[in-house]
């Protein structure tokens, strides 16, 4: 049964982060009677803890709900949730290519944002029907008026039909599900043509391989066709094809217009790309559909166990999460201070912590991540280039010719008053200004060109607590420029800690370094010597302090009672040197390793 | 259990005039005439007495009667407490009784009845010889107080100690010299030198906290400690453990208990019982077990503790210990390694360091044990 094209609609739910768009999905996914009640559960399509822990959704996902509209009619809507995060800009654009139109989510109190003004270009570059919504109008500072003008004058989206709404309690939602029958135009695509479907996110099931999330384009698929993924060029016979309701339901076939799952039985999720293209091994087409590329890491850090068993231990939790995760990159790194680890690529900071905080709560492994780090490209004389993603591979000044590094477009929404402010910390941070709009009165956008590697920094911190949380920040990448740049060492009793090394603008160096000195002084406890500890550049020393030796470690008395207290006193110093990482004989704790990121204090 | 016999009997008495400003023991400002005294003091005899007909107290070699501040409940009813323990044990002079007294509340009846009664070794809580240090640590009295009640006590008593607090913020380098000074002038047998440890939840604890006090100096700590050591060993005392100096003959026996693993039986509120047998050591505080410990961990605590004494520890101790604690002899080569331990005539004993930085040694023995 081929579903007639004219009742299907397939749109997303896109918004700046906070402002309730996994919320305003459950309430759907109630409204069309598609979960019971007694199902329903916060977040419903945040499927992994962590996601609904931290209310932010990382993984797309696709969910068919039936509605019968107040013309009598049931329309097959298919909800594409995506993530909310600029480091899944890629991901958030493949989703809307699978749609014909977007829900734009704003929060009545908050008004537009910068991923607001992001998510809203994605969508519009991608040719959809924008449904404006305002949501949380239930809040008492809500001002739905201010806001709409902030999306006419910000988005020059028309927002005298805005739907009004509220995610907490269900107000307007049908108006909405009202809105995307009536101005959402149903699918166009050519039922007869060879199938062309878009992978819009893939997943590893443990039971069933890779699954993929699909939207078909032309054409159709169907159980036991032997299909060919393009950019890949991998073949394998579709095990089952569905929808997600939101329980995976096996349908006979996907048709034209239509989202659903397919399972691949494919046991590598980097052979089912994102973006990519499914079409059939026979009487398939050769034209990919358009914008697929490949996804790279962004920002690299150092994993270390801190206790040298869990290295395996770590190799297999990255491996589980790569099968689900294309964009983690991994490869093994060596430290002299910190042992055994890998250098792992991430798109972001948001994906790096949520990383790290997966393998060390799902895999129970204690790690010592290292200050994050950007891909350097490093020419030496002569011309060879190096991707550089740790400060440990630099090579020697003298056979360095020059180094870029990654640049970003940064887009910065703040009220008026705060322009000062950003002005000063994105300066501070070798940010050059490129223009200013206003985009109304009370919302000014920034644009900054900023070096990748000072944003990874605490900036986004920085540049919240200097505009008393009122800046949004999204950015994408820029491209590659020169910069006069070293390698800045840090030797403890006079050996250089390779985990502590970093690379850093020249002009800003010394400045940098006699700052990490004295916040390393603060952090390292005394030892039972005395511990220098030096910021070098080559072997040229620019700062000093020492950690003195410990003089007096002892609890005086020591009576009856005092002995079982001085066992649990032993006891939490031995839990406490657990903590520490022994570089040599020095303990160092783990927070020395991201002081590196808090030294403009 | 079946149990070694305890040799060391300890008995609490939890009421001070007021809390002093360090003092994290179990203890509380009560006035004298309180009845809440007479009824712990009634239980505690009962217990005394209870114990006796057990026969837990046949084997008791010492006995110390600490608080809180004894000397605060009044001679009548440390007079009972006495004759109680005189009826249930054998208090004969070669056993070591010790009673806590503090300067505000020693009086001559006091000490001219508890030693009738067998009490034969005072610890005065003296802190310091400076007004300004004891109003700072919130001490209810006077160095001219301090001195008037060791006078009174020299009186009956011989085996006299006092207790010196150093590492005081505020406190200079030459007012605890002076402190030093006068109690080694003041001819008194022993003496307990404590650095100043902040303890949770005291009034000092809260006052580092706000601000208004600063946190104990390790260096300054150390100073004092090595400036006691040097003073008090040129006067003719031994230091024989970490924080206690006696002249020659008055080294406290009870605490020597505590160190050497000798079972201890504790009576009143929060007091600790160690019981033990080969298989097995325990602490018992307020009828909950706190500490209970393997045959590995046994070795490894008493080892501990012999590192807190000058004697230290033999060699052939060591290599007995070897087949509980199989690291033993890397651990100690390590610790002499990093100046904590020397090995002198055949004995493994703590360096200046291995005293000052103990929680360093103390940590590496007790790893031996899992």
Known sequence: MTQDLSHIRNFSIIAHIDHGKSTLSDRILELTGTVAQRDMKEQLLDSMDIERERGITIKSQAVRVNYTADDGETYQFNLIDTPGHVDFTYEVSRSLAACEGAVLVVDATQGVEAQTVANAMLAMNANLEIIPLINKIDLPAAEPDRVKEEIEDGLAIPADDAVLASGKTGEGVHDLLESVVYNIPAPQGDADAPLRALIFDSYFDAYRGVVALIRVVDGSVKKGNHIRMLATNTETLVEEVGARRPAETPLPELSTGEVGYLVTGLKDVSQVKVGDTITLVQGGCSDPLPGYREVKPMVYTGLFPIDGDQYEPLKEALEKLSLNDPALIWEPETSHALGFGFRVGFLGLLHMEVIKERLEREFGLDLLATAPSVEYHVYRKGGEMISLHSPQEMPDPGEIERIEEPYLKAKILIPPDYVGAVMDLTVQRRGTFVTMNYLSQTTVEMLWEIPLSELIMDYFDKLKSNTKGYASLDYEFDGYKESNLVKLDILLSGKPIDALSFIVHKDKAYERGRVLCEKLKEIIPRQMFEVPIQAAIGGRVLARQTVKAKRKDVLAKCYGGDITRKRKLLEKQKAGKKRMKAIGNVEVPQEAFMAILKVDD | ?370
Request: charged fraction near 25%; aromatic fraction near 8%; include cysteine.
């Open chain 2, 1 to 370: 259990m079946p149990h070694d016999p305890y040799q060391a009997l300890y008995l609490h008495i939890p009421f001070c005039v007021k809390r002093c400003s360090y003092c994290d023991f179990v203890t509380s400002a009560v006035p004298s005439d309180s009845p809440e005294i007479d009824s712990y003091i009634e239980d505690l005899c009962m217990q005394i007495r209870h114990k006796s007909k057990e026969g837990e107290l046949a084997d008791i070699k010492t006995v110390y009667i600490g608080g809180g501040t004894p000397t605060h409940i009044g001679l009548s009813r440390l007079s009972l407490l006495m004759y109680t323990l005189a009826l249930s044990m054998h208090l004969d002079s070669w056993v070591e009784c010790t009673m806590e007294a503090n300067p505000e509340s020693l009086t001559e009846n006091i000490v001219r009845d508890v030693f009738a009664l067998g009490v034969n070794r005072l610890s005065l809580g003296v802190q310091s010889f400076d007004d300004e240090v004891l109003r700072l640590l919130g001490r209810p009295h006077t160095a001219t107080k301090a001195i008037e009640a060791l006078r009174i006590a020299q009186e009956r008593f011989e085996n006299i100690s006092i207790d010196l607090m150093c590492g005081i913020p505020g406190q200079s380098t030459a007012t605890f010299r002076e402190s030093i000074e006068t109690a080694i002038d003041l001819g008194v047998q022993h003496i307990s030198v404590y650095p100043l440890t902040i303890e949770d939840h005291t009034p000092f604890a809260k006052m580092v906290l706000r601000g208004q006090m600063p946190d104990v100096d390790d260096d300054m700590e150390a100073e004092h400690m090595e400036l006691a050591a040097k003073l008090l060993q040129a006067a003719g005392y031994e230091r024989y453990e970490v924080a206690s100096y006696a002249k020659p003959g008055y080294q406290c026996k009870h605490s020597i208990a505590y160190w050497t693993g000798v079972p201890y039986l504790g009576l009143g509120k929060s007091a600790a019982t160690m019981t033990q047998n080969c298989d097995r050591r325990m602490r018992v505080k307020d009828g909950v077990v706190t500490d209970d410990l393997t045959p590995a961990q046994m070795r490894a605590e008493d080892l501990m503790l012999s590192m807190r004494m000058s004697a230290g520890v033999s060699e052939e101790h060591i290599a007995y210990s070897q087949e509980l604690l199989p690291n033993i002899i890397p651990c100690f080569n390590n610790l002499q390694k990093k100046g904590l331990v020397i090995l002198e005539e055949g004995r493994y004993k703590p360096t200046e360091l291995g005293w000052l930085c103990g929680n360093e040694l103390y940590g590496d023995i007790f790893d031996l044990a899992p």
